[in-house]
């Protein structure tokens, strides 16, 4: 889902303000839902007017619908419909409301609620050992306990390998045995070390609220790696993004790695779009106009 305002000053023209949109446009072409707020400085209310037509032509090319119907600004002299919502997703808009308050603004408030729910992400299920947890000082005493001279002992060499593996694979199944993890959500890339050690901090301290029935500490941390987490997530995403502005590819590919995307949803096409047979028929079958300009068809042979 793509949302982004817009603002067009009187002073730049609409077919300006509206090519530069279309660059964004374009752009969030991959997203199933497209939100435009903002004010353009166009009176939607006069229907006759150039740049009314210009926007509406706007959003016909990118099947957007303005929800806005009601007047958002009211002077004693005018009143006129420019702070608008517009969106290729209609269907989706449970209500929208236009809310005035003269001593705040002479602009209103406008409130649109879409229905949009987050996609379910499907669970993965990965086999791993739990190596974070390992008790170090245990599994050092254990490995210190395995009869490696067994091993010199051998005379062949894919025996000497099997006994290897096998020791080192027992001694990991005691410490770190193998289980399953089921992953309900997508990895996240700003989870440094730095923030697992807070982290870290964070439960201890929680466990210390608990037992000294006390939670400023608690609270502490918690606002602590809260607020790190936010800063090392806009880092992240501020860096991909400003280091891929020109490979689209890429940008994308970091994007679905950290991000849901509903892979069940695939866009429904038209019936009348959905043959390609009769879309060709279609443009075959075209009259053709009698009037030629032989000029014309003689530059063009020529060239």
């Not at 509206?18 to 199933?32: G, V």
């Not at 974070?132 to 062949?156: A, G, M, R, V």
């Not at 210390?208 to 500490?217: G, I, N, R, T």
Request: hydrophobic share 35%.
């Amino acid at each position: 889902m793509a949302i982004g305002t817009a603002y067009r000053p009187e002073y730049v023209s609409v077919q300006e303000t509206l090519d530069a949109l279309s660059e964004t446009m374009n752009s969030m072409a991959r997203c199933d839902i497209t939100c435009i707020l903002g004010d353009f400085n166009i009176d939607m209310a006069c229907i006759s007017s150039s740049k009314v037509k210009e926007l509406k032509h706007f959003c016909y090319h990118y099947s957007l619908q303005q929800l806005v119907k009601e007047p958002t600004r009211i002077t004693d002299h005018s009143q006129t419909i420019i702070d608008l919502v517009m969106t290729d997703s209609p269907l989706k808009c449970k209500y929208i409301d236009v809310i005035h308050n003269h001593c705040l603004s002479d602009h209103a408030l406008v409130i649109v609620d879409l229905d949009i729910k987050k996609p379910n992400l499907n669970k993965e299920v990965r086999i791993q050992r739990p190596l974070y947890y390992i008790n170090q000082d245990k599994f050092t005493e254990d490995l210190k306990l395995i009869p490696w001279e067994s091993i010199y002992n051998l005379h062949n060499v894919d025996e000497m390998v099997k006994t290897f593996n096998m020791y080192i694979i027992k001694l990991f199944d005691i410490h770190a045995p193998i289980c399953k993890v089921v992953l309900k959500d997508k990895p996240k890339p700003w989870i440094t070390n730095m923030v697992k050690f807070m982290m870290k901090l964070r439960d201890k301290a929680l466990t210390k609220a608990q037992k000294d029935k006390k939670d400023s500490s608690k609270d502490y941390y918690q606002n602590f790696v809260t607020a790190t987490i936010e800063i090392e997530r806009k880092a992240y995403y501020n860096n991909f993004v400003n280091n891929n502005m020109k490979n689209p590819t890429l940008l994308w590919k970091n994007i679905k790695n950290s991000t849901q995307f509903d892979y069940m949803h695939k866009p429904i096409i038209p019936e009348h779009l959905n043959d390609p047979n009769k879309i060709n028929d279609h443009f075959l079958n075209l009259p053709v106009s009698n009037i030629s300009n032989s000029s014309k068809l003689n530059i063009n042979q020529h060239c």
